[in-house]
């Protein structure tokens, strides 16, 4: 089992930063970890991950805007995403996720919404 607990959100103005980080301890060893988002009434998309061996992925929509990186202390992986240039559509609650490597990121991306381990969940909201 894998925990994990996000910070950071809020609220920015359209083309404004927010960070957002994420805690995982426990088994987290060959697990690949990454940020989802859902909108309102709409369904939990992936946005950005990072592969057990620092291979990143993104969605397109996020490309050139969001970078996502990992740091490791004291037996806790450390996952971030810095969010630039926001949109007001990139408003959402965004939520950690971690699940066993797999082989493709679409793979990860399914296995992950099926049996990932996931966070609270935090808001970001975007104002234009």
């Known amino acids: 089992q894998v925990q994990l607990v996000e910070s950071g959100g809020g609220l920015a103005q359209a083309g404004g930063s927010l960070r957002l980080s994420c805690a995982a301890s426990?088994?987290?060893?060959?697990?690949?970890m990454g940020w989802f988002r859902q909108g309102p009434g709409k369904e939990r998309e992936f946005v950005a991950g990072i592969g057990w061996h620092g291979d990143t992925h993104y969605v397109e929509s996020v490309k050139g805007r969001f970078t996502i990186s990992r740091d490791s202390a004291d037996n806790t992986i450390y996952m971030h995403l810095q969010m630039n240039d926001l949109k007001p559509g990139d408003t959402a609650v965004y939520y950690c996720g971690a699940g066993v490597v797999t082989v493709g990121w679409d793979t990860w991306v399914r296995s992950t919404k099926r049996n990932g381990s996931w966070g609270q969940g935090t808001q970001v909201t975007v104002a234009s």
């Open positions: 426990g088994r987290t060893r060959f697990y690949s």
